[in-house]
């Protein structure tokens, strides 16, 4: 057996970080719509995160935020200029295209892409799709920066295979690692790869949300990858009618251990018996939360799921790093407590404030995308990009000096912002060695 470790790589939260209430059936994102953000709390609680994760000793890398405002987007709407009458304009004449190209979304790094360890790929590299994200127009603006950042943090093509995202098409609708949990008994060995899809791509829907994942795309991205060990889930449609928008905020999994909430999957014994069947060598150790214990209304405003669950070096049983949300839940605070005491495979939770992503419908699930990696793996990785004690302390300098306090849709009309967050961008591919022309305003 090759031994292997999981890694994270986390959004590192953007400037223009704010609430423009963009995701329909995400319902924080709807709740605060309007409120006026903070960027530079953001950006400080999401590297507070990483470096929390690091000390865990877990490998953790930074993933850059794009350029917003977006203005080669809204370019291409036809709007024209000077860089700041095409932001003027557009938030004149179009202010939703405008929200969109402002959106700090990338943050939310698990639906970046879904990651195929070499473990399970036929060819022994590790493989990446990232999302296309079409179902919300700010988030599909996303993936062709995404595939530039993961071929930054993953440069060698002899380990590592970074595809295009999936046609950008609604048949073919893609929300990335959210949608995706592998379960195994030791990260370096094959495992068990839970795709969870929420509808048909020709199938008719009519819920009261949009169901983001289909089955096709799921498919297709096992087949690409040529991934062992696929199980494909139906979404549960109560789950998506309750707000439940990506199934990383009903369910998470590490290793043999997969938690979630009852309403999770349209048919739980199906999923359970299929991902035993297709376990090798390791019993599936399910933990199961009920609706008695925890209705799927709070599950999904305190986020218990949407947290991360990790093996710390050293230690036999689970830890399950959770949103402060949680504890502030006094029936998830049970849950997480019991859990805790019992005599399961998780056996430790702790807490972390990442309240301005949360505000979004971002929890710590949501803010890292898992890549596991052998050591010869690791060590391919780009340096610069792995979060250290001088890195954190490096990035928070640089956002305390570049990112406001206060963020307001008002606020992302004015042209200055488009001079501090390109500022602030250069600043920093400089200090993560993203080379010249990481971003298009860079190209001149
Ligand atoms: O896609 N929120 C994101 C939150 C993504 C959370 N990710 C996971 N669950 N893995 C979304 O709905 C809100 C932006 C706004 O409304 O301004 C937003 O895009």
């Not at 605060?32 to 709390?41: L, M, T, V, Y």
């Not at 995706?180 to 060995?189: F, I, N, P």
């Not at 060598?281 to 199961?288: D, N, S, T």
């Not at 340096?383 to 992302?412: F, K």
Request: glycine share 8%; aromatic share 6%; net charge negative.
């Amino acid at each position: 057996m090759i031994s292997a470790v999981e890694a994270n790589a986390d959004g590192l939260i953007g400037p223009t970080h704010s609430y423009a209430g963009l995701s329909p059936g995400n319902l924080a994102s709807s709740l605060n719509k309007g409120e006026a953000s903070n960027p530079r709390a953001a950006v400080l609680q999401g590297l507070d995160k990483m470096k929390t994760l690091a000390d865990l000793g877990l490998p953790q890398f930074v993933l850059p935020p794009h350029e917003r405002p977006n203005i080669p987007f809204l370019r291409s709407l036809g709007f024209s200029g000077s860089d700041a009458q095409v932001l003027e304009r557009a938030w004149k004449d179009a202010p939703s295209f405008a929200a969109a190209a402002c959106s700090a979304s990338p943050m939310w790094a698990a639906n970046a892409a879904t990651v195929t360890p070499s473990a399970d790929a036929h060819d022994g590299r590790v493989h990446f799709t990232p999302a296309n994200l079409i179902t919300n127009l700010h988030r599909s603006l996303e993936h062709d920066q995404t595939k530039r950042a993961l071929d930054a943090l993953f440069p060698h093509a002899s380990r590592f295979a970074v595809h295009d995202a999936l046609p950008s098409v609604a048949h073919l609708a893609d929300e990335g690692a959210a949608n995706h949990v592998r379960l195994c008994r030791d990260h370096g060995e094959p495992g068990v790869n839970l795709m969870v899809w929420g509808r048909e791509a020709w199938e008719h829907w009519d819920g009261p949300y949009p169901a983001r994942q289909t089955r096709e795309a799921s498919e297709a991205i096992m087949r690409r990858h040529a991934a062992s060990g696929a199980v494909l889930a139906r979404q549960g449609k109560a789950a998506i009618a309750g707000g439940t928008f990506h199934n990383d905020v009903v369910c998470v999994g590490a290793l043999d251990t997969l938690f979630f909430h009852e309403l999770a999957f349209e048919d739980t014994e199906a999923t359970k018996a299929a991902i035993r069947a297709a376990a090798d060598g390791f019993e599936p150790q399910f933990v199961e939360v009920s609706t008695a214990d925890l209705p799927l209304a709070d599950a999904i405003s305190s986020y218990l799921f949407n947290s991360m669950l990790i093996r710390v070096p050293g230690q036999d049983r689970l830890t399950l790093i959770c949103p402060t949300e949680t504890r502030d839940n006094p029936r998830s605070h049970a849950v997480a407590q019991g859990l805790a005491a019992s005599n399961g495979p998780i056996g430790h939770v702790e807490y972390v404030d990442v309240r301005q992503s949360m505000r979004n419908g971002g929890g710590p699930a949501c803010l890292r995308l898992r890549v596991v990696l052998t050591e010869a793996e690791l060590a391919a990785t780009n340096p610069a990009m792995r979060l250290t004690d001088t890195l954190h302390a490096r990035l928070s300098d640089w956002g305390r000096r570049w990112y406001r306090d206060s963020l307001t849709a008002h606020d992302l009309a004015d042209p200055a912002l488009l001079d501090e967050t390109r500022g602030a961008l250069d600043e920093l591919t400089r200090i993560l060695n993203l080379g010249g022309g990481f971003y298009p305003f860079q190209h001149g």
